[in-house]
């Protein structure tokens, strides 16, 4: 896909619900959800954006907005797996989100650079 001056390969590897053990801080009826990406730059410029930002999970109900994940398989990086992706390099991460405990997950979105136009989704 292109992402500006950029030309990237997106996948998702595999959706973990609920995360377990996630330490993560939630508010009443919501559960840790994380998803395993990777994204790898094929030619142009170098690609440099947040994971939190360009992938999104869309639930059956209410939103599922980002989730600090303190711990586990899914474990929030300090510095963002999306940062500086030069032509040529693959990184990989997991992204967490807060989602109602009843909702069902209905897609997996990617937007680049954290914008609506050009993005893909996964059902």
Same mark, same amino acid.
């Given at each position: 896909?292109?992402? !500006?001056?950029?030309?990237? *390969?997106?996948?998702?590897?595999? +959706? ?7 330490? /993560?801080? @939630? @508010?009443?009826?919501? #559960?840790? +959800?994380?998803?395993? =990406?990777? +994204? $790898?730059?094929?030619?142009? *410029?170098?690609?440099?954006?947040? *994971? ?18 303190? $711990? ?5 990086? =300090?510095?963002?797996?999306? /940062? @500086?992706? !030069?032509?040529?390099?693959? $990184?990989?991460?997991?992204?967490? &989100?807060? +989602? ?5 997950? @209905?897609?997996? #979105? &990617? /937007? ?5 136009? !050009?993005?893909?989704?996964? #059902?």
């Amino acid at each position: 896909m292109k992402a !500006g001056s950029s030309t990237l *390969a997106v996948t998702v590897s595999r +959706v973990i619900d609920p995360v377990s053990d996630s330490g /993560s801080a @939630l @508010l009443p009826g919501m #559960r840790p +959800v994380g998803v395993v =990406v990777s +994204v $790898r730059s094929l030619a142009g *410029a170098t690609y440099d954006s947040t *994971a939190s930002g360009d992938w999104s999970l869309i639930p059956s109900a209410g939103t599922a907005p980002p989730l600090f994940i303190k $711990r586990g398989p899914c474990q929030t990086p =300090v510095v963002d797996f999306e /940062s @500086l992706v !030069g032509a040529g390099e693959t $990184r990989s991460g997991c992204v967490g &989100f807060s +989602v109602p405990r009843r909702a069902k997950l @209905l897609a997996v #979105r &990617f /937007s680049p650079h954290s914008r609506a136009p !050009g993005a893909v989704t996964w #059902r």
